[in-house]
Structures are given as structure tokens and as C-alpha cells.
């Protein structure tokens, strides 16, 4: 059984869990590329046209995505050159936060 402490300290550690993943999606402009990608794929240069993001933080904060699980290669494209073409897709489809003085709740779908 675990003690008060015990408790206390893993409710630390799930709501700094929490922040965490709540600073990594709405940073800068990673939350642009998520909002692009929520309804349908696209590749990083579609992403790039529409949001204005640079083409370097696309691929960084892709690949941190990726990592998080937050976005998916939906498919890959080789065109008639032999040219790859990689459509990333979100799985949220909703993000939500409470954040008051005691505590923070998020919930992610």
C-alpha cells in the first residue's frame, strides 16, 4: 500500500507530467503545425505554405511530436522521380486545460 507521500509525490509528478506536455504544444509555433494537421494530412511543405512556419522547425517539431506521439505518418507518397512524400496527421482532435492556483487538469483527444 502506498503511503500519503508515496501518493502525494506521484500527483506531483503526473501534474508536472501534465505541464510539460501542455508547454511542448502550445511553444512557439508548434501549435500551428498541429492545428494544420488536425483535419487531413499533409506533407511538411503543405504545412509550410500554410502556416509560415520555417521549414527547419517543421521538421524539428515533427520529429518532437512523432516522439510524443502527438502526430502519426499517415502515408508516403513516391512520386515519378522517385521522390518520397511523407503526409503527418494529428491524432488530437481536442485539447483541453484547467489551470488555477491548486492544480491542472488536461485532457487530450
Known sequence: MLTRYEVTKNWEIEKNLQITFLKNLIQNQTYKIILS???SSKTIYQIH???NVP???IYKRIKKLELMDVVLIDKININSKGKKNIFYKSRL???TFTLDE????LSVR
Open 93 to 95: 482532435k481536442t485539447v
Open 49 to 51: 505554405h500554410e502556416t
Open 37 to 39: 494537421i488536425m483535419k
Open 55 to 57: 521549414l527547419s522547425t
Open 102 to 105: 491548486n492544480d491542472v487538469d
